[in-house]
């Protein structure tokens, strides 16, 4: 069994199948309109960037080669153990085993965070946005990116796979927090149909996989996703 800190919520994604993650993770956005959004609100050259929830790592080379510290916190302890290894190489990055609710940094170290596919950051996460809190310096900002469950085919796939989410409960949630938000449309394009396939049927129930391949023609999909931020 693999050492998960305390706090994590399962990911059944990147837990179960961290290579068939890591094709979601290169035909999601090629454009990299989500690192252009967050840039264009709070530029991260020469700063300090955290990435909560970072998985393998996937995301800590582009930041690290802007940013003049990155530091990736995971809770999944075989998840964090590939992401020091992607950046063994990389003198300013560090990745620590660890959740959004205990961050192992000091007050006021970070100017960026960055949370990506972050379900853990929705209703009830209150203990992480306090974290985020103590570790953003003033003049920071911090950002959560998620898919949209109200917008698209994708959305519908997700809401039948998780019955329980709320779109109402999770808006008023960050709308209660004072948190900003722009619907972000985001597309996954694949080299291999066998790629999407793979993907897809690691994201939804068999039921619904299965209807999304069938509705599914070709090698693109759009994901529509919704940018979350504020400012510290
Ligand atoms: C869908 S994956 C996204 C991984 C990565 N951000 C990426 O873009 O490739 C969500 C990640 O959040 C992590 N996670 C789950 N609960 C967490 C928590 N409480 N704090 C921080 N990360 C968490 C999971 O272990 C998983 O690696």
């Not at 949209?148 to 709308?175: K, M, N």
Request: hydrophobic content about 45%.
């Amino acid at each position: 069994m693999p050492r998960i800190a305390k706090g994590a919520i399962p990911s059944p994604n990147i837990w179960n199948a961290p290579q068939i993650y890591e094709l979601e993770n290169r035909a999601v956005d090629p454009e990299g309109a989500a690192d252009e959004a967050m840039r264009a609100l709070r530029p991260w050259k020469g700063a300090t960037v955290l990435d909560i929830g970072c998985g393998t790592g996937f995301h800590l080379p582009a930041l690290a080669s802007e940013a003049a510290q990155v530091i990736g916190v995971e809770p999944h302890g075989d998840l964090a153990a590939l992401a020091v290894r992607r950046c063994a190489a990389l003198a300013n990055v560090a990745v620590h085993a660890a959740a959004a609710q205990d961050l192992p940094l000091p007050d006021a170290s970070v100017d960026v965070a960055v949370a990506r596919w972050a379900y853990f950051f929705g209703p009830g996460c209150e203990p992480g946005l306090r974290e985020l809190n103590r570790v953003v310096r003033r003049g920071g900002a911090a950002f959560v990116l998620d898919l949209d469950a109200t917008r698209g085919a994708f959305g519908r796939w997700f809401s039948r796979t998780v019955p329980t989410y709320s779109v109402r409960e999770v808006e008023s949630f960050w709308d209660r927090q004072g948190w900003q938000r722009r619907p972000l449309d985001l597309r996954m394009a694949f080299e291999r149909r066998a790629d999407l396939e793979a993907v897809l049927r690691i994201e939804f129930t068999p039921e619904v996989a299965e209807q999304a391949i069938a509705e599914t023609p070709g090698l693109e999909l759009p994901y529509p996703n919704v940018l979350r931020w504020r400012y510290y």
